[in-house]
């Protein structure tokens, strides 16, 4: 471990290169910044849905700054929202190149690479996110990897990743719910019920886990409680796929179907 000394040193040593910058660094310095904020408004104006803005200042910061990775990476989700898989993969390419280490940017990859059906390349992109040293947040790449299998379907794999993710991470809801989805695929509504108990308890019920309550509850004879799933999903989700799905399934029962 440095000494503060020590710390102080190098500190007064970085200062030093700083004033003693050539014009060319100071430039560059001022691309990087004017980067960075651009890059920070491109991000905004993603979340806030204005595409085209957020396009205009994501290239502007790329042609500042062309080798600024999170630049690349906002881009890249920005063209993938866009529906443009050739220019998002260019660009996550690109982020990779410049910050191989960046584990985040790695797990929205191998999101990519799901979403395209390239399942292997999608899998190894999540493995190396999770391997990732640096990369503290290993249960999120898990997860994403375990949900990605389900997809192929590859439940066995699916439950080696999200068992995975609960070892490191036992409250994180995503990995609650797919267990559970698991569980009740297999025919194990016991475990399902149990899984989804620890869901709600971190995360709000949503329609995709009140529809996977309804079924396992049915599953397991409790109508009271599949029955007051089936009236939340109604009022809190009623233009949600799952309570299409419910409705379905309801007229198949009164049909005796």
């Known amino acids: 471990m440095f000494n503060r000394r020590l710390l102080i040193s190098i500190a007064f040593t970085l200062l ?6 050539s014009p060319d660094s100071h430039d560059k310095a001022r691309k990087q ?11 905004e104006y993603m979340r806030t849905g204005d595409l085209e803005k957020s396009r205009n200042r994501l290239e502007k910061a790329i042609m500042l700054a062309p080798d600024y990775a999170p630049a690349h990476q906002a881009i890249a989700v920005l063209y993938e929202q866009a529906g443009d898989a050739t220019l998002a993969e260019k660009h996550y390419r690109k982020s990779l190149s410049l910050e191989p280490d960046n584990g985040s940017a790695r797990n929205n990859y191998g999101q990519f690479l799901c ?18 040293p640096y990369y503290k947040s290993s ?3 898990q997860t994403n990897a375990g949900i990605c299998l389900m997809s192929v379907p590859d439940n066995q794999g699916a439950k080696k990743y999200l068992k995975q993710a609960l070892k490191s991470q036992p409250r994180y809801a995503p990995a609650l719910l797919n267990m559970g989805k698991i569980s009740f695929d297999e025919g194990n509504s016991l475990s399902a019920r149990a899984y989804l108990q620890r869901f709600h308890e971190e995360s709000e019920p949503n329609a995709d886990s009140l ?6 509850e ?3 004879g409790d109508h009271q409680a599949w029955g007051n799933h089936a009236l939340r999903l109604k ?6 796929e799952q309570n299409q799905l419910l409705q379905e ?6 049909s005796g179907n």
């Open 249 to 254: 399934w309801e007229n198949e029962r009164r």
């Open 33 to 43: 910044s004017a980067a960075q904020a651009n890059t920070r408004l491109g991000i």
């Open 235 to 240: 009022n809190d989700f009623p233009e949600s």
């Open 218 to 220: 049915h599953a397991l």
């Open 139 to 141: 249960w999120v790449p």
């Open 211 to 216: 529809w996977l309550a309804i079924r396992t």
């Open 16 to 21: 030093l290169t700083a004033c003693a910058t």
């Open 115 to 132: 979403k395209a059906k390239r399942f292997d390349e999608a899998e190894d992109a999540f493995r190396r996110a999770a391997d990732n």
